[in-house]
Every structure is written in structure tokens, then in C-alpha cells.
């Protein structure tokens, strides 16, 4: 499964480069069910003028469209960062399958960095989540954006 991660991350990373070369925060994320990819999705916000547009949302929004359903049971969501609690909530009411997380997020990750949203004991949604996947590529497409807006 750790190849197959790997391969499914470069995608969510592609879609990261596509967001950065449209001027957002580059967080890329796809949607897959059954080892398929149903659903891409990028950082929208500024393009949108959105602020729920995040990778994830943006993502799941397509595989939603693609299953024809809300409830994502068999979906796994791939995402360059940890989701932030925004994310990590619409992934629970999704009933996502599975989540795949390249970078940790020290500000504002909500799936055991800062919060720990996701799997908490009180809710009711449990999945597997496997975080690091990547993570220095996914980390360092952030550092740069953020080092060449700084200069």
C-alpha cells in the first residue's frame, strides 16, 4: 500500500503545482474509490472568492458528484497538508474511508497536530488516516511559495 500512496500523493502534488502556478496556496488533493481516481481538487479560495474552497472540499465536492452520493463510504482522500478542522469536519460528515496526508500542519492541522478532529472518541465516524506520505516533497512546495511571496 505504501507504493501505491506514493503514487496517489504525486497526483494530490500535481494538483498542489497547478494550484501555486494560479497564484493559491498550493495544497492538492484527489479522491479515489476502488483504486480509481474519481476526483481532483486544488486550493480555489482566491479564484473562487471562497473560503471554503480548500483542496479537500474542493475534492470531495467532485467525488460526491461522481458517486452520486454525499456519503464518501468508499472513498480515500488524498491531501498534500493535514486538513484544518473546516476540512477535518466536512471529511467526517463525508464518512470518508480513508485519509492520506502528505505535510504536517504545525498551525492549524486538525488531525492530531493542533486538534485532533478526526477519529476523536466522542464522534461518531472512525477511519484510518496515514500521515507523512511524502511529506518532505509536500512540505517543500509550501516553504517555497511562501519564501518567494516573502522576498
Not at 2 to 31: F, H, K, N, Y
Not at 32 to 55: F, K, M, S, W, Y
Not at 59 to 65: E, L, N, V
Not at 101 to 115: F, I, M, Q
Amino acid at each position: 500500500m505504501a507504493e501505491t500512496d506514493e503514487i496517489l500523493m504525486r497526483e494530490a502534488l500535481a494538483e498542489a503545482r497547478a494550484a501555486a502556478e494560479a497564484g493559491e496556496v498550493p495544497i492538492g488533493a484527489i479522491a479515489v474509490v476502488h483504486g480509481e481516481i474519481v476526483a481532483r481538487g486544488q486550493n480555489r479560495v482566491l479564484r473562487n472568492c471562497d473560503p471554503t474552497a480548500h483542496a479537500e472540499i474542493v475534492a470531495m465536492r467532485g467525488a460526491a458528484a461522481a458517486v452520486h452520493n454525499y456519503r464518501l463510504l468508499e472513498c480515500g482522500l488524498y491531501v498534500t497538508l493535514e486538513p484544518c478542522a473546516m476540512c477535518a469536519g466536512a471529511i467526517i460528515h463525508a464518512r470518508v474511508d480513508r485519509l492520506v496526508y502528505g505535510a504536517a500542519d504545525p498551525k492549524a492541522g486538525a488531525a492530531g497536530s493542533v486538534l485532533e478532529v478526526l477519529n476523536h472518541p466522542q464522534l461518531n465516524h472512525k477511519m484510518p488516516v496515514t500521515s507523512g506520505v511524502l511529506a518532505g516533497e509536500c512540505g517543500d512546495l509550501l516553504r517555497e511559495f511562501f519564501r518567494e511571496r516573502r522576498v
